[in-house]
């Protein structure tokens, strides 16, 4: 049994993530992560140079530098003008469900095709 009941920690705020780092300060119950084609994109847009991470981490860090990874895919580099002609599939929601006393670091760097959404319970 868990020391906490997950039930109290409704998603009641969230992040999305349109390029760059964003930090959302702890203590927070991460929920959910999904990912979604960006604004302005089809549903199938490429994603050839994205990078896309969530980590239980502190302020500024993501991914190998330090925390916990809670997310990570790497769309890697495909000839074709950044493209590849390689289209993302559809992204179930992704049920995390982990305390994050340090907060999260989310990172979306490459081309600008996805979006990273993240919901949370302070």
């Known amino acids: ?11 009641t705020s969230g ?7 964003v930090n959302v300060a702890g203590p927070i119950f991460c929920k959910t992560i999904m ?5 302005g994109q089809s ?10 991470a969530v980590t239980h981490a502190t302020s500024g860090m993501f ?13 890697s ?5 950044g493209t590849g002609n390689l289209a993302a599939g559809r992204w179930d929601l992704l ?3 982990t305390w994050c006393p340090s907060g999260i670091v989310t ?7 996805l979006d990273l959404i993240v919901t949370f319970a302070t």
């Open 15 to 21: 992040i999305r993530n349109s390029g760059g780092i």
């Open 63 to 75: 991914a190998q530098l330090s925390g916990q990874e809670l997310f990570r895919f790497d769309g």
């Open 95 to 97: 049920n995390v469900n």
């Open 43 to 52: 549903t199938a847009p490429s994603y050839s140079g994205a990078v896309l």
């Open 77 to 81: 580099a495909h000839s074709g003008l």
């Open 35 to 39: 990912v979604v084609p960006a604004s």
């Open 107 to 113: 990172l979306n760097s490459g081309l600008h095709t």
């Open 1 to 11: 049994m868990s020391f906490f009941n997950t039930e109290l920690f409704a998603a």
